[in-house]
């Protein structure tokens, strides 16, 4: 049975090449997009998901609170932090990162200029799941003047070689290299290209916020009570020591959830956010091209249908039940659909570098092998040819030798046709005008 959809498929691709071809190129053009598309949306939709404690990971934030009103900040105290670590069960660890900065690096004679290079603690590694190539995470960042570098920049700097125990210049001061770490993902709030040893340890003043990123790993459970707790220690330590001029000043900290953060634009001096409008308006025109690409898909399979009226009359009159043909032409569609598919995944893979610099993102073609991205492609494979392939099918198997003419089969078929078609123009021309 499958071996005879294939061979009859096969042969009716090859005498309406040119259908199949035009029907396989727009499928394959509309689908790239969709998938690019897609791409985008859960690009943005996961950041910071792939830590595998993400949500038991929270940042912790500022809010000074005055008469004048409120000002909230992205940054943390780090003593107030380790206070909390102290004394909160419900705090597991923590991880001071600075907010980065760019860096004059050499090592003999390469010298880059790189941004994102940040201070940070050794936590980081405790909460942070960042694929270790080379070190060992517990004594990273642990010993004054070492660095951690991303594998990208151990290439630029050292070749194929071990760049673990050599020197590095930041700004012209040594850091010897304790680590290496894989390139991050496009996904990830906290970018960074090089970590330095930083010395922050708890014994910094409580009203001097240093620039720093603070994130807290909880225990799980506790997500509800932990703004309480975190409250209720901040109003203690600090009531005894805000001097006069911070008479009607409170200063408060807010957890904040890591897979949260990408699209809040609360805070100052914080990471580079998305735009959540954006994400919705993308997911809309994805469905309208995935829309107005059924639409046109289905037209041509009237089309088609109608060419095929004298095959079908000869295999009912054959014997062939309307189960066979049922499947048939199911199974027709669904396979210029897989075809469609596997020229967009291409298509999408080719075009995916100009896309990542127009728009100034950084999908990866690794993404495509995400099982969600796989189980959308399978969904739309199965959509799409049972969509466009139901409407012939309903047609087809009501066919008799009385009511069978090549007339009948056209005028059954103009009305709606020319409803489709007007659908696609109202809608492209809609998708357009939103666009621009």
């Not at 210029?336 to 995916?352: D, E, F, P, Q």
């Not at 009385?402 to 007007?422: C, M, R, V």
Request: net charge negative; aromatic share 8%.
């Amino acid at each position: 049975m499958i071996k005879h959809i294939l061979t009859t498929s096969y042969r009716n691709a090859v005498v309406n090449r040119s259908n199949t071809l035009i029907t396989c190129c727009g499928l394959s053009i509309a689908i790239s997009v969709i998938i690019l598309i897609f791409l985008f949306v859960f690009n943005e939709l996961t950041y910071d998901r792939f830590h595998h404690r993400s949500d038991r990971i929270y940042r912790l934030t500022t809010t000074i609170v005055t008469p004048a009103g409120d000002t909230h900040l992205a940054i943390s105290n780090t003593a107030f932090a380790h206070i909390l670590k102290d004394e909160l069960p419900e705090v597991e660890n923590l991880a001071c990162i600075d907010i980065g900065g760019t860096y004059h690096v050499k090592h003999g004679d390469v010298v880059l200029r790189e941004e994102n290079v940040r201070f940070s603690t050794q936590g980081i590694f405790d909460l942070f799941s960042y694929d270790v190539l080379r070190g060992n995470p517990a004594a990273m960042l642990t010993e004054p003047q070492t660095t951690v570098l991303t594998e990208a920049l151990a290439l630029k700097l050292f070749g194929k070689s071990d760049p673990v125990g050599e020197v590095v210049l930041f700004d012209h001061k040594p850091y010897q290299v304790v680590g290496v770490v894989g390139d991050l993902p496009s996904n990830t709030d906290l970018k960074f290209t090089a970590l330095l040893a930083s010395s922050v340890d708890g014994s910094e003043e409580l009203l001097d916020w240093d620039d720093y990123y603070v994130y807290l790993l909880v225990q799980e459970g506790v997500q509800a009570s932990l703004q309480s707790s975190v409250n209720s220690v901040a109003a203690r330590v600090y009531e005894s020591i805000l001097p006069p001029e911070y008479q009607g000043i409170t200063i408060q900290y807010n957890p904040q959830p890591l897979t949260s953060i990408h699209f809040d634009t609360t805070y100052l001096g914080d990471t580079p956010k998305g735009n959540r409008t954006n994400v919705y308006a993308f997911s809309c025109i994805a469905l309208l091209i995935l829309f107005i690409a059924c639409i046109n898909y289905i037209n041509l399979s009237i089309a088609r249908a109608v060419m095929r009226n004298k095959e079908m009359l000869v295999r009912r009159v054959t014997g062939s039940s309307k189960l066979n043909i049922t499947l048939q032409l199911i199974s027709e569609s669904i396979i210029t659909a897989l075809i469609s598919c596997i020229g967009a995944l291409i298509i999408a893979v080719l075009v995916m570098p100009l896309v990542n610099e127009l728009a100034n993102i950084n999908l990866s073609p690794s993404l495509l092998v995400n099982p969600l991205v796989i189980l959308i492609a399978i969904l739309i494979v199965s959509l799409l040819g049972l969509l466009t392939g139901i409407y012939p099918v309903l047609y087809q198997i009501r066919i008799t030798g009385h009511t069978a003419t090549q007339s009948s089969i056209k005028s059954g078929f103009s009305q709606i046709s020319k409803g489709l078609l007007t659908l696609q123009f109202v809608l492209s021309i809609a998708l357009i005008a939103a666009v621009l």
